[in-house]
């Protein structure tokens, strides 16, 4: 083992070690330039100019930003994000802790269940996005035609703008596949000691769950909500393939208001000043999360 | 019905299985048919999309434009599956998905991360650590932000309509892959390469001689995962893949369903839109089966101490 003494400068065997190391990491830091740092740095610069891919870049200042910062569009837009945000994150953290608990009982057949919960989460988005906007058609949708053939009033679930974002947050939960089964390798990971100890002192089972059970998994959970909620942020697939922003804008998220921006609208310049938003918005959400967390996510378990 | 008669249907009956059913109480017994209703029920909802896109592939237009809802096809027509798929040329956007797209990036991924994932995991070097760091910062990067100066760079080198955009940053590494395989290197014992090392074995040699063929199990992952992601992908080739004989099935599905709404569309829509995302669902949906233990652990790999 070699000691971990840092010397002021590197010796001539370190500088060998370093050189035989970056060597083994460069395509990462190669990428990491060409595809990370370049296009940061680049949108600053377009997000600057006006740019049509037509003609060349015209330099012209602040005026995105204000233009961003003023527009009725982008208010709707950032309100409808944070509305996805705020419930879709946490609602499929709950969903796949939820599940995860109830495998991790004692369960005839648990793999066969765990892979039906898991299902959802693999296949294509354009094909559940398919299979869903059938299921929920007004007229002959599998649910609501049933609804209409027992007698009950249907339910416009994608083209009523009070049930589309409800709608969409099910269809959320419903395809949390890998946070269930992070969550499932959690819950194994418990010591059976905490439970015996907690049952020694008369706790049941509910009490076991929140004072054992849910500590136990705070950790994870951050860790589920944190790529919750970065992932909420570009959430464009679904909401573009099963209602195009509508009904009536209710659906139009940050991801779809930029996608059309930059190539519908080729709004280059304005694209790259949304996205940019975007990212310091990211950033200072993480960031707020993780220093917070110190008063609800237990550490104490963390061994290595 | 007795304790035995419950276990003895699924898995193979311990000795513990027997105590646990005989020292149910009433409540007890409450519990366990309230679990396993809430399970199926839950199993049942979970399914039901599926079963539907099934069951919808083989009907008729009557049997689809019915109320109440015809769970079971009858007639089931078979063939459309086979006249679905050849309704449009879905075994060029077949090709296009796996060989011009879904192929190289596995092969991209798989090398470079192990490569960078070794440099990460194993030499001691300086900076190793911050930089590791850096990496997994990177993950928090959302693609959108990226997305417009990278568009206009490819357009600008002519890559727009190619599956190059997609392609070639997949041979510099992912983050989320490094840090998997950075997890499971690490699990390997440090006393082998060590050996190796103080017998003259190069970094090179060592990777490729002792490391690589040990993780194996975790090498499957990523080229699984990776593979998956991009049969799956519809964004990527949205913004890049423009002309339709370069299309991977998921545009190529999402056109077809962008015509249900045309006027004076042809019969079979639904069932042939329907049949062919089954046919581009299931070898997703096999391959889970078969390497279900594989995906576990691999997600498993990087969730647990993040």
């Not at chain 2, 001689?209 to 993780?215: F, S």
């Not at chain 2, 046919?279 to 279900?292: G, W």
């Amino acid at each position: 083992m070699t000691p971990a003494v840092r010397r002021p400068r590197l010796s001539r065997g370190d500088r060998r070690e370093m050189r035989i190391g970056l060597t083994l990491v460069s395509p990462w830091l190669l990428g990491f330039l060409l595809w990370t740092c370049y296009p940061l740095a680049a949108s600053v610069y377009y997000s600057l100019t006006r740019y049509d891919l037509m003609t060349p870049p015209v330099f012209i200042g602040l005026a995105n930003y204000r233009e961003v910062f003023t527009s009725a569009d982008v208010a709707l837009v950032a309100k409808n994000t944070l509305w996805w945000v705020a419930f879709s994150a946490p609602l499929g953290v709950i969903s796949a802790f939820l599940l995860a608990s109830l495998l991790n009982t004692r369960i005839v057949g648990r793999s066969v269940f765990r892979a039906i919960f898991f299902f959802p989460s693999i296949v294509p988005a354009v094909v559940t996005a398919m299979v869903w906007q059938f299921l929920l058609n007004p007229q002959y949708g599998a649910i609501n035609a049933t609804l209409s053939a027992l007698g009950f009033s249907t339910i416009p679930f994608l083209s009523s703008p009070t049930y589309v974002k409800p709608t969409l947050v099910l269809i959320h939960m419903w395809a949390q596949g890998s946070a269930m089964v992070i969550f499932l390798a959690t819950l194994q990971d418990v010591p059976r000691s905490l439970y015996d100890a907690a049952m020694i002192d008369g706790a049941n089972a509910v009490q076991r769950f929140w004072h054992v059970t849910v500590p136990m998994c705070s950790p994870v959970v951050l860790f589920n909500l944190v790529m919750g909620f970065i992932s909420g942020f570009q959430y464009f697939t679904m909401p573009w393939l099963l209602t195009q922003g509508g009904p009536n804008r209710a659906t139009e998220f940050y991801a779809l208001y930029l996608y059309r921006n930059a190539f519908l609208f080729l709004r280059m310049g304005k694209a790259a000043a949304l996205a940019w938003l975007l990212f310091i918005v990211v950033v200072a959400f993480t960031a707020i999360l993780f220093k917070t967390s110190g008063r609800w996510v237990y550490y104490g378990g963390e061994t290595d | 019905m007795n304790a035995t008669a419950k276990t003895s249907a699924g898995l193979t009956k311990t000795r513990s299985d027997d105590r646990y059913w005989s020292q149910l109480g009433f409540g007890g017994w409450v519990i366990e048919i309230l679990k396993y209703a809430i399970l199926l029920l839950l199993a049942v909802s979970y399914l039901l999309p599926f079963y539907w896109m099934f069951t919808s592939a083989l009907k008729d237009d009557p049997q689809v434009f019915t109320v109440p809802p015809r769970w079971i096809p009858n007639p089931a027509h078979w063939n459309n599956f086979f006249d679905a798929w050849t309704s449009q040329n879905f075994n060029l956007y077949f090709v296009n998905t796996v060989v011009k797209y879904a192929v190289p990036v596995t092969i991209g991924a798989v090398v470079s991360c192990s490569v960078v994932a070794y440099g990460f995991a194993r030499p001691r070097w300086p900076g190793r650590d911050p930089l590791f760091a850096l990496c997994l910062g990177t993950m928090m990067v959302p693609g959108q932000v990226t997305m417009v100066p990278l568009f206009i760079t490819f357009r600008r080198i002519g890559w727009v309509g190619t599956y190059l955009p997609l392609v070639v940053p997949a041979f510099f590494g992912d983050a989320y892959f490094i840090f998997l395989l950075r997890q499971f290197f690490r699990t390997i014992p440090a006393e082998l390469s060590d050996a190796a090392r103080i017998d003259g074995a190069s970094e090179w040699v060592i990777l490729s001689q002792i490391i690589l063929p040990l993780a194996k199990p975790a090498l499957t992952v990523v080229a699984l995962f990776r593979f998956m992601n991009a049969w799956n992908d519809y964004f990527g080739p949205l913004i890049y893949v423009n002309k339709r004989a370069q299309w991977p099935m998921a545009l190529a599905i999402e056109n077809m369903r962008g015509r249900l709404y045309e006027v004076g569309t042809k019969p079979l829509q639904y069932p042939y839109l329907m049949a062919v995302s089954t046919l581009v669902a299931l070898p997703i949906l096999i391959a889970f089966f078969l390497a279900q233990r594989t995906f576990i652990e691999g997600i498993t790999l990087t969730g647990i101490k993040g």
